[in-house]
């Protein structure tokens, strides 16, 4: 059965389902899903402790790493140093220019990061702050000097979202919508669907983030990211994002617990915490950085970044919760303060806490937490 865009009713354990998202036909390029890692530091300015933490993504399980330029003119030996040193570990690298350059200094930069081999290049809050005019300069170099290269940017929901995709065409445009909303299923159901939405209609690719990371300061208000909300809800949210299909931003740190959004830490002092961190979490499948790494395993092995993705509303589904489908796993994410009852049949992939079962066999999902759920195969198109 081919999913359409209306409720659509499929088989009795699912009840019904509407389609958000429609795979892509044929070959995607790789920046459509690839799972990148921002380096917290100015590595343009540290080269070494760049090729330092190679390791680190590597260990991690990402596709690549984003290095911040920094406020200095790039130089061409630092850029391939870097560029070169993470592409021979088999990562794609994305530089992520400093908006305070404007823009001629902004294109010096995306040259010389160019001329190094670069993968892609990040305007970051470029555009929203005004400091890039025309990003056709920028296609121009990217069309010069590599096939199917990344030209990313960043910004907030109000900076005229659905504007800059039409006008500027970035493959990547990160923003807020998702990591500034409530805790509630329906308003992060409304935050994915209407992030699918807006990119799809223009080709773009969705690039999700669980942290606040474009302007490097901390959400505030009822957001799920503040730092007063439980961490179980980082974890429970982090796992709905990596099964989600596009590309996926992750912050140095956040994959141990570290919830610092600002760069006012000593470099090298906060990699060498991340580093110890991941080495002392490692194989200790209760730990947060084994969460991120089973999570991004799991969307490696079933390609949920290139899936179709279906809201459920089924018979086991509760007020509070949220269901989606990706490809063959469904996604429950749990709201409410109480919890939620799984039928016995459902096979456990992963999940963001611990996840028992009742003498009767059905799953419990307790309050701020997600599950990963493994379905047979059944009827469902990802193309056409």
């Keep these: 059965m081919t999913l359409d865009p209306h409720t659509t009713t499929l088989r009795p354990d699912l009840q019904t389902m509407t389609l958000v998202h429609r795979a892509g036909r044929g070959e995607q390029a790789w920046w459509r899903s690839v799972v990148l890692y921002e380096y917290s530091f100015t590595a343009g300015a540290q080269p070494e402790l760049a090729t330092e933490c190679i390791a680190d993504a590597v260990r991690l399980g990402v596709d690549g ?19 070169s040193a993470h592409q021979a570990a088999g990562l794609r690298v994305i530089a992520s220019l400093a908006p305070s350059r404007g823009q001629d200094g902004l294109l010096a930069d995306a040259e010389t990061w160019l001329n190094a081999h670069v993968d892609g290049i990040d305007l970051r809050s470029a555009l929203a702050a005004k400091q890039v005019t025309s990003t056709g300069p920028f296609h121009a170099l990217i069309a010069e000097h590599r096939h199917e290269g990344l030209l990313a940017g ?10 800059h995709l039409a006008e500027d065409w970035l493959g990547h445009l990160r923003d807020d919508s998702l990591t500034d909303v409530p805790w509630n299923a329906d308003e992060i159901r409304n935050a994915v669907t209407k992030t699918f939405d807006t990119r799809d209609a223009l080709g773009a690719s969705p690039a ?5 990371a474009l302007y490097r300061t901390g959400p505030a208000g009822d957001s799920w990211q503040a730092d007063r909300m439980p961490v179980a809800r980082v974890r429970a949210a982090a796992l709905m994002v990596m099964a989600l299909p596009g ?3 992750l912050l140095q740190g956040e994959e141990v ?4 959004w600002s760069l006012d830490h000593d470099p090298a002092a906060r990699a060498a915490q991340v580093r110890e961190a991941q080495l002392a979490q490692a194989n200790d499948p209760t730990s947060m950085f084994e969460h991120y790494r089973r999570s991004l395993r799991l969307r490696d092995d079933y390609q949920l970044g290139t899936g179709t993705v279906a809201w459920v509303d089924g018979a086991h589904r509760a007020s509070g919760t949220l269901e989606l489908l990706n490809r063959c796993m469904l996604i429950v994410l749990n709201t409410a303060a109480e919890p939620v009852l799984l039928p016995e049949s ?4 992963h999940a963001s806490t611990d996840i028992r079962r009742l003498s009767d066999g059905r799953l419990v999902v307790p309050s701020d937490a997600a599950a990963m759920i493994e379905l047979p195969p059944f009827a469902m198109s990802e193309e056409g």
Excluded: F, H, N
């Design 65 to 83: 790493v984003v290095v911040p330029s920094g406020p200095d003119a790039i130089s061409p030996e630092v850029a391939a140093q870097i560029v």
């Design 257 to 260: 617990g570290l919830r610092d």
């Design 247 to 249: 590309a996926c931003y």
């Design 154 to 163: 960043a910004m907030r929901e109000r900076d005229d979202l659905t504007g």
């Design 346 to 349: 459902v096979k456990l992939q």
């Design 208 to 212: 999700w983030t669980t942290t606040y």
